[in-house]
């Protein structure tokens, strides 16, 4: 619960990132190895990353999360298959808000952001690695209109959370 009125929040915009906003892909994932502190593991350089998000065959999708014209955060995701299910999805690979937007509700937005893209492609699943000691697995499932609901695989430090209306409850 924020004391500032609707009308005076900054308005946050998610869109698919481009070549040309590499650099800042790349400054978020320095931020991010940096807050993991894995940043002595980040090789990744302009080029690598203009071949392996938008060369010839694509590992995978990124989009950027702006609050006003700064941006906040960014998320990354590919496609894949469970071959027990025989059905495509989507894995979030990482997904990142920087400090100073933290609490605004824009995590939650770029993760329901993803789960629509996989409700449009008509993929049934999203999978996350929660960040906790023991790597749980979530899918999030969707309906037809991109409503769903995240259901943690029989794991005590996951989560159950349904969303309705665009909020997720943990």
Do not use: C
Request: hydrophobic share 45%; net charge neutral; charged share 25%.
């Amino acid at each position: 619960g924020s004391n500032i009125p609707a009308s005076a929040k900054p308005e946050f915009e998610i869109r698919a990132a481009t070549e040309r906003d590499i650099p800042q892909i790349l400054a978020f994932v320095r931020e991010l190895a940096d807050y993991e502190h894995l940043a002595h593991l980040v090789s990744a350089t302009e080029s690598g990353m203009r071949e392996a998000l938008f060369g010839v065959h694509t590992g995978a999708e990124v989009i950027l999360g702006y609050e006003g014209v700064t941006p906040a955060g960014f998320a990354v995701y590919f496609h894949n298959f469970s071959t027990f299910l025989g059905v495509k999805g989507l894995w979030l690979e990482d997904l990142f808000v920087r400090r100073a937007f933290r609490g605004r509700g824009y995590g939650k937005a770029l993760l329901l952001h993803v789960a629509r893209i996989a409700a449009a492609g008509q993929l049934p699943r999203l999978a996350v690695i929660e960040d906790q000691p023991v790597e749980p697995v979530e899918h999030l499932r969707l309906d037809r209109r991109g409503r769903g609901e995240i259901e943690q695989d029989a794991h005590p430090l996951g989560f159950r959370a349904r969303d309705q209306r665009g909020v997720f409850r943990t």
